[in-house]
């Protein structure tokens, strides 16, 4: 998938992820931002930073996308944890080019 279709944040995002950068991670998400991940919401910055720290980056996750619409990316996900690759599902709410809002299922 070509991720110059995507809005910056979301391909900044990937990015990030995919660079195992957790201080490119927390700077796509703004003042207040939430995730949604695992039946559990984060709320905040030091809540988002731990999420990212134990869900993104010590896992060493891999985002490889596989479609994006509306809100919504679908994409595989790989890294030091058992039965990858997964499909997931992340949803979006971006405002002034910084993630507000970020829900994740499995697909």
């Known amino acids: 998938m070509d991720q110059t279709t995507l809005p910056e944040a979301v391909g900044k ?3 990030a992820t995919n660079a ?3 201080d490119a991670l927390a700077a796509v998400f703004g003042d207040g931002a939430t995730v949604r991940d695992d ?3 984060y709320a ?3 809540e988002i930073r731990d999420w990212i720290q134990r869900h993104l980056i010590n896992p060493k996750i891999v985002i490889t996308p596989t479609s ?3 809100d919504r990316l679908v994409a595989s996900g ?3 944890f058992p039965g990858g690759p997964l ?3 992340f949803v979006f709410d971006i405002k002034d080019d910084r993630v507000t809002d970020l829900a994740i299922d499995p697909v």
């Open 78 to 80: 790989d890294g030091d």
């Open 68 to 70: 994006f619409a509306g």
């Open 87 to 89: 499909s997931f599902a």
């Open 20 to 22: 195992h950068d957790a």
């Open 39 to 41: 039946g559990t919401t």
């Open 44 to 46: 905040g910055e030091a």
């Open 13 to 15: 995002f990937i990015a």
